[in-house]
């Protein structure tokens, strides 16, 4: 029984575990605090058009630059800050930052100007008036509504009804453009995804993952998602590829009729001042330099 003995006092105390619980209090507690102290930050990864190269967008993605744990990034936060609700201001302060960001590189940038793309929590969908803090930050830093894309996951739209619908109705209205994050995870069901207010979805991993290189490639994932490219443009939505992380997978996207894509193959997330950067080279255009020469960190 000296086993089970063991077996009973890991259960009971774990060091490991315990300090994994301490940190996730810790972390919890101090979310909102942190907003107001502003220790978050937020990175931008590029958005590709596959027909072109053409930088035409960024995802905003926050990070926590915690004074004691070093910089955080979402996986470890995101969830707590759903679970206590300080999801809404930093929801609210993402939206800000970013699109204020956004409307510096309009103004910096003579060429086409690039969208932003935010991610939105289910949370802040069903408990903050979201609708009005998004037409307040539009006005407020003059970013044309067009200019931003709200990323929401599935289970925050299927089976919406009532207040979150209206939301993403008022917000489509305002000419924000809504998208499906991580398209393909979830229960997908494109036929009722059509009939609300969404204009794109941003095609999980999992789907692109499957062929990576020329040799090891799932046939089967290469039809799925040229069979859900197809589906998705017949219904009046364009498709984001995520996780596009070699040559191969982005020729293969290109082919298939993607519309754009992110990946490490083009760009990890990056701070601001990288993304002007890229927007001033080449000074002729605005093409993303080859992988080889693309910032990493
Ligand atoms: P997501 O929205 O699906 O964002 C894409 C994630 O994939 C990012 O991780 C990005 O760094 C990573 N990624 C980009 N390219 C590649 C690639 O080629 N290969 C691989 N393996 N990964 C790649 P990150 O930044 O750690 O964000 C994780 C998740 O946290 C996001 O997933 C999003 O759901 C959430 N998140 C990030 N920022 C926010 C935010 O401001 N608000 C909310 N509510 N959620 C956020
Ligand atoms: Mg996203
Ligand atoms: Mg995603
Ligand atoms: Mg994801």
Redesign the pocket.
Known sequence: WAKADGKARWTLFDPERNAHRMTRQALSSTLRRAVERGEFV??Y?PIVGFADDALRGV?????WRHPQFGTL???RF?GL??ENGA?VP??RW?LQE?CRQARRWMDQHTGPPLYVS????VR?VWDSDLVRDVAEILEETGLPSGLLQL?L?ESAVMGSAGRPLQALQALSEMGVRIAI??FGTGYSNLAYLSRLPVRAL?L??TFV?GFRTARHQNPADETIVAALVQLAHKLGLTVTA????GPAQAERLRRIGCDTG????YA??MPAERITELLSWPPAGQSVPSPASAPSR
């Open positions: 937020l990175e990864q995802e905003a993605l926050v990070r990034g979402p996986d995101i800050a759903e999801i930093l929801g993402v970013s935010v991610n939105v929590a802040q990323e996951t994050d991580d941003k999980d991993g993952r995520e996780c596009v992380e992110q990946g490490w193959h990890k997330p």
